[in-house]
């Protein structure tokens, strides 16, 4: 089992940025990743990363905007999330095993284990 906390969720004004961190319990070879939930709307997979951090996977809806990282020594996650937007609001989750471990596993948003969630809200 992997056991994941999130955290850096804020009230931000739009333009704004926030990074978001994740602690998990272990991280070594784990495919590791972010996905969302804004209410009424559907879960959605945000940002992947592979293990070794080597390859990085973004949605359409957030490239160019949302860096993700990781730092294996300390199991960490991160997600620099730049330009923010209203539509960026959501509850975000920190995710763990993701499979396969690559665009089709981001668009399908399904892992193996997920964190609590840290609310992003950006309004002015």
């Known amino acids: 089992e992997v056991q994941l906390v999130e955290s850096g969720g804020d009230l931000v004004q739009p333009g704004g940025s926030l990074r978001l961190s994740c602690t998990a319990s272990?991280?070594?070879?784990?495919?590791m990743g972010w996905f969302r939930r804004a209410p009424g709307k559907e879960r959605e997979g945000v940002a992947l990363?592979?293990?070794?951090?080597?390859?990085?996977y973004y949605a359409d809806s957030v490239k160019g905007r949302f860096t993700i990282s990781r730092d294996n020594a300390k199991n960490r996650l991160y997600l620099q999330m730049d330009r923010l937007k209203p539509e960026d609001t959501a509850m975000y989750y920190c995710?763990?095993?993701?499979?396969?471990?690559?665009?089709?596993?981001?668009?399908?948003?399904?892992?193996?284990?997920w964190g609590q969630g840290t609310q992003v809200t950006v309004s002015s």
């Open positions: 995710a763990a095993d993701f499979s396969p471990c690559g665009s089709a596993g981001l668009r399908a948003a399904a892992s193996g284990y």
């Open positions: 272990t991280s070594t070879g784990i495919c």
């Open positions: 990363i592979t293990p070794r951090g080597v390859y990085t």
